[in-house]
């Protein structure tokens, strides 16, 4: 079963798409089915990926990383996405940028968010309920995405 806003990557091709509509059919590229792709929040390499989201004047500030990820040509932050009551934000990056993202959500309209990042060499990251807590934030549960607890 295909969710809202699920991403699914083709192990051939290396295709990422993200799923806005579904009618449940298999969505497949290079004649195979398209894996979803789980969001890590436990794995190795979680300090590396995790996202700091910090609630400011104008809106919300998101930064890969306690220490900034590397933004390396092979190794880089491919975007970082948040959505907020119904509202779905996405910042792409590139290599030598800050591995950080500003969203200018509306002021009172932050109470639930939910941040994803992409990281080129490992994959898909999110962040938990107690991190954002750190920042007063509410997170939407992510259970619809899955995780990967490996
Ligand atoms: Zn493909
Ligand atoms: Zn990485």
């Known amino acids: ?17 993200e799923v806005l509509e579904s009618c449940g059919a298999e969505i497949t590229c290079c004649g195979r089915p ?3 792709m789980s969001a890590k929040c436990f794995a190795a390499g979680r300090q590396r990926h995790t996202p700091i989201v910090e609630q400011l004047d104008d809106g919300i500030r998101v930064t ?22 119904g509202r779905n934000y996405r910042q792409f990056l590139k290599p030598g ?10 002021t009172g309209e932050s109470g639930e968010v ?8 490992d994959g898909l990251w999110s962040a938990t309920p107690m991190e954002a807590q750190e920042h007063h934030l509410v997170l939407i549960d992510n259970d619809s995405w899955g995780h990967d607890a490996s």
Not at 9 to 16: A, E, G, L, Y
Not at 97 to 106: I, K, S, W
């Open 64 to 85: 890969v990383g306690r220490m900034p990820h590397l933004m390396s040509h092979d190794h880089f932050i491919q975007w970082i996405e948040l959505t907020a009551n």
């Open 114 to 121: 939910q941040v994803r990042v992409m990281c080129k060499q």
């Open 97 to 106: 940028m800050l591995p950080q993202a500003f969203f200018n959500v509306p």
């Open 34 to 36: 398209m894996d979803a």
């Open 1 to 17: 079963m295909t969710s809202q806003l699920e991403i699914r990557k083709c192990s051939v091709c290396d295709t990422v798409i």
